[in-house]
């Protein structure tokens, strides 16, 4: 994609309008379009223009962000009566960064194929705090050609990118990503009512397991790390159960790496 191209953003939520304020200095200019007055009028001030639909910032823009809440709402600005398939651009790329249904990705990039408006999925990771810092990872799913025109704006506010595979790809490798997010806070709670039960202060157990991290695989799957994982998390429960703490997350632990192989 060409700096004089413009870039176009639908959607400036939390997330979406720290992103976009970081493309308002895209030499091509930036073109933006939501709901909310309000969200609308801080980039303005800043130099972005303001489209009343997404069929009009579709109409401006070569490449268009999409940062919305669900399925429908993702949907609706792509195809509904005044959405971006509307403006009947050909040459056209819609990055949809929402949390969707991978599946969601992939039709409507079969809808769009045919109108010559190429989709790529790419969610993003980092929370507000990596967007305002323009620090964010984005998996991007795609066809070569459309994620490479896409690398230049997305960039501007990601610090990683990752093309992924195919459309929906992008999505699947965020929700794996999820998974592991999700999973290890609820772990560290679990943790922390361990610790607690047993005295230790909390201070103290996270600046072990920092410094622990910073220089252990914690993603060992060979025999040896199998085994270690097992040894500990059988002591871990019996710990434990002697402390009168229930550890659920422990014991699923310990049965997933029964039931899975040991890798070489």
Same mark, same amino acid.
């Given at each position: 994609?060409?700096?004089?191209?413009?870039?176009?953003?639908?959607?400036?939520?939390?997330?979406?309008?720290?992103?976009?304020? =970081?493309?308002?200095?895209?030499?091509?200019?930036?073109?933006?379009?939501?709901?909310?007055?309000?969200?609308?009028?801080?980039?303005?001030?800043?130099?972005?223009?303001?489209?009343?639909?997404?069929?009009?910032?579709?109409?401006?823009?070569? /490449? !268009?962000?999409?940062?919305?809440?669900?399925?429908?709402?993702?949907?609706? /600005?792509?195809?509904?009566?005044?959405?971006?398939?509307?403006?009947?651009?050909?040459?056209? /790329?819609?990055?949809?960064?929402?949390?969707?249904?991978?599946?969601?990705?992939?039709?409507?990039?079969?809808?769009?194929?045919?109108?010559?408006?190429?989709?790529?999925?790419?969610?993003?990771?980092?929370?507000?705090?990596?967007?305002?810092?323009?620090?964010?990872?984005?998996? !991007?799913?795609?066809?070569?050609?459309?994620?490479?025109?896409?690398?230049?704006?997305?960039?501007?506010?990601?610090?990683?990118?990752? =093309?992924?595979?195919?459309?929906?790809?992008?999505?699947?490798?965020?929700?794996?990503?999820?998974?592991? =997010?999700?999973?290890?806070?609820?772990?560290? /709670?679990?943790?922390?009512?361990?610790?607690?039960?047993?005295?230790?202060?909390?201070?103290?157990?996270?600046?072990?397991?920092? =410094?622990?991290?910073?220089?252990?695989?914690?993603?060992?799957?060979?025999?040896?790390?199998?085994?270690?994982?097992?040894?500990?998390?059988?002591?871990?429960?019996?710990?434990?159960?002697?402390?009168?703490?229930?550890?659920?997350?422990?014991?699923?632990?310990?049965?997933?790496?029964?039931?899975?192989?040991?890798?070489?």
């Amino acid at each position: 994609m060409g700096t004089t191209d413009v870039v176009g953003f639908v959607g400036l939520g939390q997330m979406g309008s720290p992103m976009a304020s =970081h493309l308002v200095s895209w030499p091509g200019g930036l073109v933006v379009c939501d709901a909310r007055a309000e969200a609308r009028d801080i980039l303005a001030d800043r130099g972005a223009q303001v489209a009343r639909t997404p069929a009009d910032v579709a109409g401006l823009a070569h /490449v !268009v962000s999409v940062m919305l809440l669900d399925d429908e709402q993702v949907k609706e /600005v792509v195809l509904g009566p005044d959405g971006i398939l509307a403006a009947r651009r050909e040459g056209l /790329v819609i990055g949809l960064h929402s949390t969707i249904h991978p599946t969601t990705a992939e039709r409507l990039a079969e809808l769009c194929g045919p109108r010559g408006v190429a989709v790529v999925d790419a969610p993003v990771s980092g929370g507000s705090v990596g967007a305002r810092e323009g620090r964010l990872a984005v998996m !991007v799913g795609g066809d070569d050609e459309a994620v490479e025109r896409c690398r230049g704006p997305f960039g501007m506010w990601a610090e990683l990118f990752v =093309h992924t595979g195919p459309v929906g790809s992008g999505t699947r490798a965020k929700l794996a990503g999820d998974l592991v =997010h999700h999973v290890s806070r609820a772990a560290v /709670v679990e943790a922390q009512r361990l610790a607690a039960a047993a005295g230790i202060s909390l201070d103290d157990l996270v600046r072990v397991v920092r =410094h622990s991290d910073a220089i252990t695989s914690w993603h060992d799957t060979t025999a040896h790390g199998r085994d270690v994982g097992t040894q500990d998390l059988l002591l871990v429960l019996k710990v434990g159960h002697e402390l009168g703490v229930d550890l659920p997350l422990a014991r699923v632990a310990l049965d997933g790496l029964a039931a899975d192989p040991p890798r070489s």
